[in-house]
């Protein structure tokens, strides 16, 4: 019942049916394999409404009938799976040296997965924009060349990014108060499609949760290693945002009082202490944004060879990269802190002294269980957590007309 000025009224029908189809969706997502009578005893609706339900996802192409199975007590029952195989979501990334964008189906199968180089340090938001916008217009018509209708595009970007998918500070791209999700429904000519703009590091931190080794972790924080260092938080299995959509913003945490200047203007920042940015001005000052992956893949080759300067700057950056981390440990008491973009090749190096500095300075024994660990998903984490935006919006009842 939804309680209105004028006394309770019976909730929209229509609403309760999208909370129904979506509670079967999601069951389904989760327990496939599963029947009709499986769906009913687990989620409490009467098998009447279910097998309605069910014909409605099929109709729409979300489940589809798998035949029989006969290692049941009673009848053999007709089983159900995802299908979605006329979707996609698609999700784009932009950051200071690259646009990345990927396509799903329903199920979280890539369906595409395109990584440029882009000078987004450089580049205007307008700019940037039409960048975003080409790829887009280029993954949508692929998808429609496959015959798939597209539920939705995310664009994730790093900065802080309101309610509304504003961008209001992405310090390392230049933006301030950028429309990135207007601009983009304007450059493809209102899609019939939802745009959304979101921080990087929360789609990331979504991305983890779903496509990662951490399903069935609650409690996780994510830490993006771009130019930018900004964390995603999931507590209880729920991204945390905060009042306005602008937590998790660990690069800005002071880590070193006297340590080098920061894009944000003050001293010392987790990011300018140990941001991909902070590595590379020691070992390649100057270099041009669009070559950060190659001078990152020569920071390795340097490291693997045990070229000493790098390993003491490696050690330096890690410990900084613990300081940081031990204050998201203290504060939230996450099962696992996932290192994200360059920090993964990195990874060998930095570990041992961040975890070290972790432990340290914890005061829970053990750091409170936190694990400190690199992300297999690398440089497609945001653009499939932008991806897993849609997919989410799919699961929790918005669900696309017949098509
Ligand atoms: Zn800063």
């Known amino acids: 019942m939804i309680t209105s000025h004028n006394g309770p009224q019976p909730a ?69 799976v995802l299908d979605g195989s006329p979707y996609a979501a698609i999700g784009i990334e932009v950051n200071v040296d690259y646009i990345t964008a990927v396509a799903v189906d329903l199920k979280g199968e890539q369906l595409l997965n395109w990584r440029r180089a882009f000078p987004g340090g450089t580049s205007s938001a307008g700019q940037a924009v039409a960048a975003v916008a080409a790829i887009a217009k280029r993954a949508v018509s692929r998808m429609t060349r496959e015959a798939r209708q597209v539920l939705g595009l995310t664009v994730a970007v790093p900065g802080l990014v309101d309610v509304n998918g504003t961008v209001r500070i992405a310090p390392n791209l230049g933006w301030r108060d950028a429309d990135l999700g207007g601009d983009l429904m304007k450059a493809l000519r209102d899609p019939g499609f939802p745009v959304l703009v979101d921080n990087d590091a929360n789609l990331a931190a979504l991305a983890e949760c779903r496509f990662g080794p951490h399903g069935d972790v609650g409690d996780l924080v994510y830490v993006t290693g771009e130019v930018g260092v900004g964390a995603g938080v999931v507590m209880d299995g729920r991204l945390r945002r905060g009042g306005h959509g602008y937590s998790g913003e660990i690069g800005h945490v002071e880590v070193d009082p006297g340590g080098p200047e920061c894009r944000c203007g003050r001293r010392g920042c ?31 080759r340097r ?44 990874g060998p190096w930095l570990l041992g002294p961040a975890e ?11 750091a409170g269980g936190c694990r400190l660990v690199v992300s297999t998903l690398g440089h497609r984490a945001a653009a499939l957590g932008a991806a897993a935006r849609v997919l989410d919006s799919v699961d929790s009842g918005r669900l696309p007309p017949r098509p």
């Open 12 to 80: 929209d029908f229509t609403d309760v049916r999208a909370t129904n189809l979506a509670v079967v969706l999601r069951f389904v997502r989760e327990g496939a394999p599963c029947s009709r009578a499986d769906i009913a005893a687990s989620t409490g609706l009467n098998k009447a409404t279910v097998s309605s339900l069910v014909a409605d996802l099929i109709d729409r192409r979300l489940l589809r009938e798998t035949g029989l199975t006969e290692n049941r007590v009673g009848r053999p029952a007709t089983m159900l």
């Open 303 to 346: 490291a693997k060879r045990n070229d000493p300067e790098v390993l003491a700057l490696l050690e330096t950056v890690g410990r900084g990269l613990g300081k940081g981390v031990a204050i998201a440990a203290n504060l939230l008491n996450p099962e696992v802190v996932v290192l994200g973009g360059y920090y993964v090749p990195l």
């Open 356 to 366: 070290d500095e972790m432990l340290r300075r914890s005061l829970a024994p053990g």
């Open 270 to 300: 987790l990011e300018a202490v140990a941001g991909i940015g902070a590595i590379l001005a020691r070992t390649a000052p100057g270099a041009p944004p669009a070559e950060l992956a190659a001078e990152v893949d020569e920071v390795v």
